[in-house]
């Protein structure tokens, strides 16, 4: 097995490489084609992730699936995806009440304003409809089908990756893209809520954007330095940076406050250096952060 270090080497050389192909100082901004490639040949390096294996061995133990019912490669990319258009994920996505109709055009064309994105501020802000079908149209657009919005509740929508191993019963994956009705131990893949409440579940097939789109540089920047620096950790890790990043948002915690606490967190000896990496990262990151 690769071990950490040399995965964490892998993933800067691969994201430099093609930062510097893709997007030189010389060529036009860069576009929603040249993100998807950006997750997909992030998703093959995190295939010999500790931390990633980990997660799908939980994943299918949880559901009790085999190799032959779920694409590993598969996971990998949801997994990143949810991970980073989550509410107060790694793309510092925020949610608060907007009233939008259940698509991500307005995440979009916020972020095709955000020209100084900051590690301690939001990228964009939607509500749980429009982040779920962020997340969704992503997927698609990465090559993962099945995945489609769920209304847990008349007020409350999440996401649903639907998987159909052969020769059994489709199985519905809850994808939570926020921690609305949930608790801190809810994790990708919750039973809080029932999938199957909703009769059907349709494959996410609306084109938000096209793959012209571009989107500025610092942020494109922002989202590969992003997943460099987090992608790659535990769920578990992932999780509680979740929540301090959602204080700072909030201002229910200063950005001083949760730096410690990412520190302090960082210390656990039980921690992998790929845990460990991202608190630290975070820590600094909060405490160096801009404020506009």
């Keep these: 097995m ?13 994201l430099t490489a093609f930062a510097q192909h893709a997007s030189p100082q010389s060529a036009s901004s860069p576009n929603l084609k040249d993100l998807v490639s950006v997750v997909q040949q992030k998703a093959r390096v995190l295939e010999n992730s500790p931390a990633m294996r980990a997660s799908f061995s939980s994943f299918t133990s949880s559901f009790h699936l085999n190799d032959r019912d779920v694409s590993y ?6 997994r ?10 790694f793309w510092n996505l925020h949610w608060d009440i907007t009233n939008q109709p259940p698509n991500s055009d307005r995440i979009w064309k916020q972020w ?8 301690a501020l939001p990228t964009a802000t939607a509500e749980c409809d429009e982040l779920s079908a962020l997340y969704a149209f992503l997927a698609k657009r ?15 929508t999440v996401a649903v990756w639907v998987l159909k191993p052969e020769g059994r019963a489709p199985v519905r994956v809850v994808v939570p893209t926020t921690q609305i009705f949930l608790d801190e131990t809810d994790f990708f893949g919750t039973r809080k809520f029932d999938p199957w409440h909703q009769k059907t579940i349709s ?8 793959d012209t789109f571009e989107i500025p540089k610092p942020l494109f920047d922002f989202f590969l330095l992003q997943i460099q620096k987090y992608a790659g ?11 301090l990043r959602e204080g700072v948002f909030r201002s229910t915690w200063s950005r001083e406050a949760v730096a410690q606490e990412a520190m302090k967190r960082s210390t656990d000896p039980s921690l992998s250096a790929d845990d460990r990496a991202a608190y630290e990262n975070f820590a600094r990151d909060m405490r160096a952060a801009p404020l506009r």
Excluded: C, M
Excluded at 73 to 78: A, G, L, N, T
Excluded at 112 to 119: A, D, I, T
Excluded at 142 to 156: A, E, I, K
């Design 142 to 156: 990465s090559g993962v089908d099945g995945n489609g919005l769920f209304w847990p509740t008349y007020n409350h």
């Design 2 to 14: 690769i071990r950490f270090r040399s995965i964490a080497v892998l993933l800067v050389t691969a």
């Design 80 to 89: 990143l995806l949810f991970q980073a258009t989550r509410d107060a994920g």
């Design 73 to 78: 490669s598969d996971f990998v990319i949801v």
């Design 233 to 243: 950790a535990s769920d578990n890790t992932l999780q509680k940076l979740r929540y």
């Design 112 to 119: 095709k304003e955000e020209l100084q994105p900051s590690f």
């Design 203 to 210: 494959t996410y097939s609306r084109h938000d954007v096209p």
